[in-house]
């Protein structure tokens, strides 16, 4: 018998179920593993429901920053995407950060110099410019996911992370990003949730900012819609 | 892991006599306790949550191997392979073997306390793979030799002048010699030395937080980001984890990660939350090229049969240890293995048996506080009574106290047998200790009166006999106004 039986035979006997229903084999299509399971377990895996949510803000808009910036996330406002390049500028310029730009491919069409790098972290570039799927009002969240026009090591290596967000993209709560995750095309590798620069308590339960990823987050919040 | 947890009488007396320990615990004791109650009392929602949070969990526990089995299939289904292991001795072969297919020198490691269960780092150095903790708190210990003292901060027993002298010891090969003293500029050297390693690992491993059936994705919740880096830059990607942390889908996640990270640090939510399946994609210009996640029984379905069912709810947040006086006082280390404080002394009895951990159950004043904060409603002191029946009828205990225990069981069926005792013992005891109020030492209790006085009682009637007495009179005051009638 293969650890896998040996495991689930005894979770049934566990749940007092005798095995008149058998262990379907590991390479079974999941619609085929779904229909043998039992109704109710089917029902919560295809067709899930909230459970309690916390009351929706009034403000998606205002709730985000304040939520941000309790983060340590800074917040810009801007009218258009066209402005996105000068305020990146700006940002650098006031941090005097240096060392490179690795620029999200989703982020191409805009006028970037010719010295930027388009494409995922190769660990040089000091700073990431990005996008990002939605944000979370309930937790201050940008949502970030994974693909060809999104490398997820942008979200992680650089020491700086600048995030491009439209005010549609704002989303109320956790749930509502799960509903966009279902609607995609299809499932990212990852769908990173990040709620300000990288930290750590673990000397004396003292926060301290940059730990492994980013040291500094900055969101370029766009007013005008979208595309 | 060498499993110490046997000797915790030791332990926990040289624990007390540990003047770092001590400093180090007033930190974390100020800082969790507080932040948890300001995050929690924020939320109004928080008891709705936490009850669907239990329905939901108690669901999945009934229905265990079917929910395991559509995540299965929903992981090999993102283009991921599952592992079954029954040991902890079973998960770190197989997370060894995986990692000599990939051909691996070094494994850039998440925090993943199954993986401690299955002592990783060991059975990979064994075969000359260089294992390489990337959390810091887990650095720290991987420098220092070792083993976390609490499953969400597993350094919190070290002052910052212990890592100064660790890093100073250890980063001199890096040509980093300066001695640093601020915490900063600690975290920062310990970024360098880490990046270079994270892009050379050839492996990466970690737990994960929940999986879910309805995707196949799992849930990593961390705040320094390195679970992220060890899952997205190595070509292989191991995940380490408990069948216990299945759940349906993304919804009952949310209720999960609303009460997570408001009950582990007092945070709303993590820094990093990410959810993550399978290998890179096909169009993918990052992430690994392999994904494998290693299901770990361990005893877990021992559980699952048994009496201790409920302790399967647990997402390992730490509220429980956070608040109790015993692991505030002692730290994690006496308990001797992998978990330690309240939920450490339901789960460590059952993975490494309860003849090896015999006094873990009683290190607990039963004051309840574990039950009160832990978000999951598990009734931690009646299930640590469980084990503690289960020491006395396996004699697991010091016959003194069996004999003890015994002896006071049998009185305590004879009702007025004992009533006529403990009138008599109190008459006595109120007799010597008239003018004293305190007895400072007593005949075969010098281990209870080392630390304490013992108060002298303050009538020579027990409240059993006061209760006759006055029962009596009423009787008499209802007979006499009768009587008048």
Request: charged share 20%; net charge negative; hydrophobic share 40%.
């Amino acid at each position: 018998m293969s650890a896998r039986e040996a495991i689930l035979g005894r979770v049934k006997a566990a749940c007092g179920r005798s095995d008149e229903q058998h262990i379907t084999a590991a390479s079974t299509p999941v619609a085929d593993v779904l229909s043998q399971l039992p109704q109710d377990v089917q029902q919560r895996i295809t067709q899930p429901v909230c459970l309690t949510q916390p009351a929706e803000p009034q403000s998606l808009t205002d709730t985000l920053i304040e939520k941000m910036e309790a983060v340590q996330m800074s917040v810009v406002r801007l009218q258009t995407r066209d402005d996105v390049i000068d305020a990146v500028n700006w940002y650098l310029q006031e941090h005097g950060i240096e060392g490179g730009l690795s620029v999200s491919p989703s982020l191409d069409a805009l006028h970037w110099p010719s010295d930027v790098h388009v494409g995922p972290a190769t660990g040089h570039e000091a700073t990431s410019v990005t996008t990002a799927m939605s944000a979370v009002a309930e937790t201050g969240s940008v949502a970030l996911d994974s693909g060809p026009e999104s490398p997820s090591t942008l979200n992680f290596l650089p020491e700086n992370h600048i995030v491009v967000l439209h005010e549609s993209q704002i989303v109320a709560s956790l749930d509502d990003v799960w509903t966009q995750v279902r609607n995609l095309a299809s499932l990212p590798r990852a769908v990173n949730l990040v709620t300000g620069p990288s930290r750590t308590g673990d000397i004396e339960q003292t926060i301290e900012l940059g730990a492994h990823g980013p040291r500094r987050m900055h969101i370029l919040l766009v007013a005008a819609d979208h595309e | 892991m060498e499993i110490k947890s046997v000797h915790f009488k030791d332990a926990a007396a040289d624990a007390l006599k540990d003047q770092d320990l001590r400093q180090a615990m007033e930190f974390a004791k100020h800082g969790f306790i507080g932040k948890r109650t300001a995050a929690v009392a924020d939320l109004p929602e928080w008891d709705r949550i936490r009850e669907d949070a239990r329905i939901m969990k108690n669901h999945v526990l009934e229905n265990l191997d079917h929910y395991l089995l559509a995540y299965e299939a929903a992981v090999i289904n993102n283009g991921g392979q599952v592992h079954w292991a029954q040991t902890s001795t079973d998960a770190a072969s197989i997370v060894v073997d995986l990692c000599q297919q990939a051909q691996a020198k070094t494994v850039a490691k998440g925090k993943t306390m199954v993986g401690e269960e299955a002592d990783i780092n060991g059975a990979l150095e064994a075969v000359g793979i260089t294992p390489i903790e990337t959390d810091l708190g887990e650095y720290i210990l991987q420098l220092g030799k070792e083993p976390p003292s609490h499953i969400i901060a597993p350094a919190i027993h070290k002052t910052k002048e212990q890592v100064t002298e660790l890093f100073h010891e250890h980063h001199q090969q890096y040509g980093l010699t300066e001695k640093l003293i601020d915490r900063a500029a600690l975290v920062s050297e310990a970024r360098t030395v880490l990046r270079d390693k994270f892009i050379a690992a050839d492996v990466g491993i970690t737990g994960a937080n929940f999986l879910i059936a309805e995707t196949g994705q799992h849930i990593l919740v961390t705040n320094e980001g390195n679970g992220d880096l060890s899952s997205v830059l190595p070509k292989t990607q191991i995940v380490i984890v408990g069948i216990e942390k299945v759940i349906p889908n993304l919804n009952d996640a949310a209720a999960l990660l609303r009460m997570l990270a408001r009950s582990a640090t007092g945070q709303d939510f993590s820094n990093y939350t990410s959810l993550m399946s399978g290998p890179k994609r096909a169009d993918d210009t990052d992430g690994p090229e392999s994904f494998h996640v290693v299901l770990v029984d361990n005893k877990r379905t021992d559980m699952l049969a048994g009496e201790l069912r409920e302790m399967l709810r647990c997402f390992k947040c730490g509220a429980c240890m956070n608040h109790c006086p015993v692991y505030g006082a002692v730290g994690g280390h006496a308990y001797g293995w992998v978990y330690p404080g309240p939920m450490g002394s339901v789960v460590t009895p059952v993975m490494v048996g309860l003849e090896n951990a015999p006094d873990l159950p009683h290190a607990c004043t039963l004051n309840g506080r574990c039950a009160d904060v832990c978000p999951m409603s598990i009734p931690l002191p009646s299930l640590l009574r469980k084990h503690r029946q289960a020491t006395f009828e396996r004699q697991l205990i010091s016959p003194g106290s069996r004999y003890g225990i015994s002896a006071w069981a049998s009185l305590a069926k004879r009702p007025r047998l004992y009533r006529l005792i403990s009138k008599t013992a109190n008459k006595v005891l109120y007799g010597l200790g008239r003018g004293r109020g305190r007895f400072a030492k007593m005949p075969l209790a010098g281990g209870w009166t080392q630390s304490r006085d013992l108060p002298a009682p303050q009538s020579a009637s027990t409240f059993m006999s006061m209760y006759e007495q006055s029962r009596k009179s009423d009787e008499q005051t209802i007979q006499q106004s009768k009587g008048k009638r």
